[in-house]
């Protein structure tokens, strides 16, 4: 199981960011910084994928 949390939350970060993309109705401020927020959590989480894998 925590292996497989960081693949977890890129998935469902993911799956977020495509839903934000597709019912967004206004492309304003807080559209990009979640969008912006949820890109840098799937950053976070292959960093630490590779991170794990390297030890």
């Not at 497989?4 to 109705?25: C, D, G, K, Q, R």
């Not at 807080?30 to 590779?50: E, H, W």
């Amino acid at each position: 199981m925590k292996k497989e949390l960081p693949l977890m939350v890129i998935v469902a970060s993911a799956t977020i960011l495509i839903t934000n993309f597709v019912f967004a109705n206004e492309f304003d401020l807080s559209f990009l910084l979640s969008s912006f927020s949820s890109v840098f959590i799937i950053i976070a989480m292959v960093l630490s994928i590779r991170a794990n894998k390297n030890q």
